[in-house]
């Protein structure tokens, strides 16, 4: 039997495995290197994340996207310097090659409970077991679209996950819903292709990182408002240096400071390909949508009630993620239905542990329980050192077949 199983190998996985691999523990893991980089992401863009915020870990910090970027001569800096997608996913993949070379480009497409841990099914066939497994799936499983929009087929609504190329919308009506990032870039993007593209988005004010002065700050400005891997501010220190004191706080807060907290925003850098570039129509939400003479009717209304129609040949949702575990179908029903949830996520452990003990969720599966800096690469730092202590601690003690979980927080 494995010891460990890893499911996913974008920056959660494989900073895990490289932890595990340390330890000298025994695990197998699985899934196309940074895939949600390199296949979900439109060619072209920045991270909004800062350099030094923007790493994968091992314990040794032997490979830093600073140490990486000195290797191949690509400019890099702490903070001023965006960081460019190209860049990120040839450092994710170099960081496999040297840290996780045990990585199988093999997809699960099943897992169930078995008496002693859980069977795993791989997508060439093979089924082994597991005693304990780690999820680590990124956010492409759990695409949002709003409700009011599902009745559209792909040929008229897709999610800006779907989108890693703008050409293909050259010349052609797109309107893209959405004020974040991925909406943003994405917008920009497809203007620069030549799309005749439209924004539509609920918040009457688009928003921007602000751009670096490049001048030092002052230790009172440095006090009010420090540095952290999610930006300046003492919340944003809060949620990006103490993930674990999150937990202790009650569940509706959390839900909902996740929910709210870095809200949609977009790089300064993106700025200017958007702003005075394609029509804005800001503070709008979508009342309607009919499909007409091959073309997508979208009705509009603002919230004083204005109305508007606007009619383009394809809409694209840039309207984020949501986790729903009902979107893992390679979670058999019977185990899905034993994981406790709260907010629709799933309610962990002080390490990471679920409700089914030897289950464990990385990433923005955890967000709920570790707060909002599980959205972004930086969290891979703290997950990758938790939960590796704790699978150290259970193999070497060698647990009951069913092991008590001590948990933080309860369900609702």
């Known amino acids: 039997m494995q010891e460990i199983a890893v499911v996913g190998a974008g920056p959660y996985g494989l900073s895990i495995a490289a932890y595990l691999r340390k330890r000298g523990l025994s695990f ?29 870990y091992d314990p040794e910090g032997a490979l830093t996207l600073k140490k990486f970027c000195a290797e191949r001569g690509i400019p890099y800096a702490d903070m001023g310097l965006p960081v460019r997608l190209e860049t990120f996913t040839e450092y994710g993949l170099a960081f496999r090659d040297r840290m996780v070379p045990e990585l199988e480009n093999k997809k699960v497409v099943g897992i169930k409970r078995v008496q002693d841990g859980f069977a795993v099914t791989l997508d060439d066939g093979e089924t082994f077991s597991a005693r304990r497994v780690v999820l680590a799936v990124g956010v492409t499983h759990f695409e949002y679209l709003p409700e009011n929009l599902s009745h559209l087929s792909e040929q008229f609504l897709t999610h800006s996950a779907r989108h890693r190329e703008a050409a293909p919308f050259q010349g052609r009506k797109v309107v893209v819903i959405g004020g974040g990032a991925s909406a943003l870039d994405l917008a920009g993007l497809l203007h620069n292709a030549g799309a005749d593209v439209e924004l539509v988005a609920r918040k009457k004010e688009l928003k921007f990182h602000s751009k670096p002065t490049g001048k030092p700050r002052s230790w009172w400005q440095r006090l009010r ?88 040949e394809h809409l694209i949702a840039a309207t984020g993620y949501k986790v729903n575990l009902g979107r893992l179908s390679f979670l ?12 629709g996520a799933p309610i962990l452990s002080r390490d990471f542990e679920s409700s089914v003990p030897g289950l464990y969720f990385a990433g923005l599966a955890a967000a709920n329980s570790f707060g909002p800096v599980m959205r972004f690469a930086f ?15 259970a193999v070497a003690s060698k647990p009951a077949q069913v092991p008590a979980v001590e948990y933080a927080v309860s369900e609702k």
């Not at 220190?237 to 999150?246: C, D």
């Not at 300064?268 to 800001?282: A, S």
């Open 28 to 56: 197998r893991i699985f899934g196309p290197a940074m895939d949600t980089w390199i296949s979900h992401m439109p060619k072209g863009m920045c991270l909004k994340s800062d350099g030094f915020a923007s790493d994968l």
């Open 332 to 343: 058999n029903d019977e185990l899905r239905s034993e994981i406790r949830t709260g907010g």
């Open 225 to 312: 408002h420090p540095d952290s891997g999610l930006g300046p501010g003492l919340r944003s220190r809060f949620f990006a240096n103490v993930p674990w004191a999150f937990q202790f706080l009650p569940e509706g807060i959390r839900i909902d400071l996740v929910k709210r907290t870095l809200g949609p925003s977009g790089g300064y850098f993106i700025h200017d390909m958007v702003v005075g570039q394609l029509p804005l129509h800001l503070g709008y939400t979508i009342d309607r949508a009919e499909v007409q003479a091959n073309h997508v009717h979208l009705q509009l209304r603002a919230q004083d009630g204005t109305r508007k129609e606007l009619v383009t």
């Open 379 to 393: 969290g891979a730092g703290f997950a990758a050192k938790r939960i590796s202590a704790a699978l150290a601690k």
